[in-house]
């Protein structure tokens, strides 16, 4: 009687629980699941995503219909005003939900792994993270001055609140993704120089003041680090690094297996101690490289800055979830 009452529990639950659901953890935000899809918020997705989202695919619940919910999601909160202050708010609750399910893609740890699992993965989390750029960029650009601007600016970065710092942080982690098989060189290429065209983690005001520019102009004179020549020379110092990599898997066993780098200091001086004796190829540019160095496969790497020449000329500072995390 017990035995039969436990099966009819289990086979109770396996019923109510529908089988695309198993072992799904990452949470996706109620306000992007139920964003109204038109093919027209769908429009040059393949350009943004490298597939054509379609109402079908969107309707998934997989990662593609994810991106594709969210890259719809995009676009009808492009049609916000960024004068009107009240829609700003309401735009900010929803970029933030878009950031929270981006993160919660990071640890999401499925019960089986299907072709092209992490490759999809990362462009929907690049996707959560443009949602804040997007409306980061709508209020720099909005044709409001002087005391009504600085209140609309206001509403993203403020003593609770820097939402340009949360996108550029989303923007890392995707960074950290960018090493998934299955993604094209542009697209890696595209996600380093959002990191450095949108000045992450510089004092972008103190830059607006010295060189006396808007942020508009600032993004657009940094677009050039992710230009085709930069993207080939990465390809061919990525290839160069799989030779040598014997030569830094003392430095990697220092790492652990916790959840946070504990031991930063040890494991960037020894790394950079090494990397320092290697030979890179010359870059087709005469100008620095800077370009990720992986540690552990999608969860840590180190800065590296590489010249034309082949040498390094900096190293060390840590990006993606293991890294630890700058103090605010």
């Given at each position: 009687m017990q035995t039969t009452r436990f099966l009819s529990i289990v086979?109770?639950?396996?019923?109510?629980?529908?089988?695309?659901?198993?072992?799904?953890?990452?949470?996706?935000?109620?306000?992007?699941?139920?964003?109204?899809?038109?093919?027209?918020?769908?429009?040059?997705?393949?350009?943004?995503?490298?597939?054509?989202?379609?109402?079908?695919?969107?309707?998934?619940?997989n990662f593609d219909g994810q991106a594709c919910r969210l890259y719809a999601f995009r676009q009808s909160l492009k049609?916000?005003?960024?004068?009107?202050?009240?829609?700003?708010?309401?735009?900010?609750?929803?970029?933030?939900?878009?950031?929270?399910?981006?993160?919660?893609?990071?640890?999401?740890?499925?019960?089986?792994?299907?072709p092209g699992f992490y490759a999809r993965r990362a462009r929907a989390h690049h996707q959560s993270c443009m949602v804040a750029f997007d409306l980061v960029d709508r209020v720099e650009e909005s044709r409001l001055k002087g005391r009504a601007k600085e209140r609309v600016k206001?509403?993203?970065?403020?003593?609770?609140?820097?939402?340009?710092?949360?996108?550029?942080?989303?923007?890392?982690?995707?960074?950290?993704?960018?090493?998934?098989?299955?993604?094209?060189?542009?697209?890696?290429?595209?996600?380093?120089?959002?990191?450095?065209?949108?000045?992450c983690f510089l004092d972008r005001d103190k830059v607006f003041q010295e060189k006396n520019i808007e942020a508009t102009e600032f993004r657009g004179e940094a677009q050039r680090f992710g230009k085709v020549g930069q993207v080939e020379d990465r390809e061919k110092i990525k290839n160069y690094v799989t030779t040598q990599e014997l030569t830094i898997e003392r430095c990697k066993d220092k790492i652990g297996k916790g959840r946070k780098l504990k031991k930063a200091?040890?494991?960037?001086?020894?790394?950079?101690?090494?990397?320092?004796?290697?030979?890179?190829?010359?870059?087709?540019?005469?100008?620095?490289?800077?370009?990720?160095?992986e540690l552990v496969e999608g969860k840590l790497n180190i800065g590296l800055e590489i010249t034309p020449k082949g040498s390094v000329a900096q190293c060390g500072g840590f990006t993606g979830f293991m890294a630890p995390r700058k103090a605010k």
């Amino acid at each position: 009687m017990q035995t039969t009452r436990f099966l009819s529990i289990v086979l109770g639950m396996a019923l109510v629980a529908p089988a695309s659901n198993a072992g799904r953890s990452y949470d996706e935000a109620s306000s992007i699941k139920k964003v109204k899809v038109t093919s027209s918020k769908l429009e040059g997705s393949e350009k943004a995503l490298g597939y054509a989202c379609t109402l079908q695919s969107a309707r998934s619940k997989n990662f593609d219909g994810q991106a594709c919910r969210l890259y719809a999601f995009r676009q009808s909160l492009k049609s916000n005003s960024a004068q009107n202050i009240f829609k700003v708010k309401n735009d900010v609750i929803k970029a933030r939900a878009a950031l929270e399910s981006g993160k919660s893609l990071v640890d999401f740890k499925p019960v089986s792994k299907t072709p092209g699992f992490y490759a999809r993965r990362a462009r929907a989390h690049h996707q959560s993270c443009m949602v804040a750029f997007d409306l980061v960029d709508r209020v720099e650009e909005s044709r409001l001055k002087g005391r009504a601007k600085e209140r609309v600016k206001g509403v993203i970065k403020n003593e609770k609140l820097d939402l340009f710092n949360e996108a550029c942080l989303c923007a890392q982690d995707t960074v950290a993704m960018s090493s998934a098989p299955g993604l094209r060189v542009e697209e890696k290429g595209r996600w380093q120089g959002l990191v450095t065209s949108r000045g992450c983690f510089l004092d972008r005001d103190k830059v607006f003041q010295e060189k006396n520019i808007e942020a508009t102009e600032f993004r657009g004179e940094a677009q050039r680090f992710g230009k085709v020549g930069q993207v080939e020379d990465r390809e061919k110092i990525k290839n160069y690094v799989t030779t040598q990599e014997l030569t830094i898997e003392r430095c990697k066993d220092k790492i652990g297996k916790g959840r946070k780098l504990k031991k930063a200091d040890l494991v960037e001086k020894c790394v950079c101690n090494a990397v320092k004796r290697w030979h890179f190829p010359k870059l087709s540019k005469e100008e620095n490289l800077k370009i990720p160095l992986e540690l552990v496969e999608g969860k840590l790497n180190i800065g590296l800055e590489i010249t034309p020449k082949g040498s390094v000329a900096q190293c060390g500072g840590f990006t993606g979830f293991m890294a630890p995390r700058k103090a605010k």
